[in-house]
């Protein structure tokens, strides 16, 4: 298993949680292809997405908590290495999959309090999106959080959900085309 793809100094990075690869397909690609139709119906361009950023939260997979308060020792070394990559390349967005990569990253940025990674259900999470999508600025890492799985049996549902978030994200990156370095020449 891969620990981490692309470009670091490109502005867009992917945080997935090891245990949980697909999500990369099942989840990033249909988004992708919702923001890349939105990026190029508005601006004829698209995002030159073979330099995406991409990395698992840790290295081995045996140490991602499985409880609501246990965060090996192991897990704060990679919290400080990460931290230490976001300082220097200062991604513009930093999208998270789940409960572990989103609490992970809340703690790479000392967001209190922290929280146990089940304390993320769909519906908070949700909302940590909505409110990253409100509060997006371009001077500074946007933390986004997306769903690590839709639960739903319906492919409309996801569809939309794919659609919406893809769209709103789409929306963001049009509005700072000029300050994102992300373009397929």
């Known amino acids: 298993m891969f620990n981490e793809t692309g470009e670091r100094s490109f502005p867009i990075w992917l945080l997935l949680n090891p245990k949980y ?10 988004i992708l292809n919702e923001i890349q ?8 361009t698209r995002i030159d997405s073979s330099n995406i950023y991409i990395r698992n939260t ?3 997979i045996g140490k991602v908590p499985n409880t609501l308060n246990w965060w090996a020792v192991e897990v ?18 930093l999208i998270t999959f789940g409960a572990f990569p989103f609490e992970f990253v809340r703690r790479v940025f000392n967001i209190k309090p922290e929280k146990g990674p089940k304390s993320w259900s769909n519906s908070n999470l949700k909302s940590e999106l909505e409110q990253a999508i409100e509060n997006f600025d371009i001077n500074q890492t946007n ?17 939309t959900y794919f659609y919406e978030i893809g769209t709103k ?9 000029d300050k994102l370095n992300i373009w397929i020449e």
Not at 21 to 30: D, L
Not at 169 to 175: S, T
């Open 21 to 30: 690869p697909g999500v990369q397909h099942s989840i990033w690609t249909p």
């Open 37 to 44: 139709d939105k990026v190029y119906r508005e601006i004829e």
């Open 58 to 60: 840790i290295n081995d």
């Open 76 to 93: 704060y070394k990679e919290i400080e290495l990460f931290r230490e990559s976001i300082f220097e390349y200062k991604p513009k967005i």
């Open 143 to 159: 933390r986004i959080p997306f769903l690590r799985q839709i639960s739903t049996s319906n492919a409309k549902e996801m569809s």
């Open 169 to 177: 994200l789409a929306e963001k990156i049009i509005e700072n085309k």
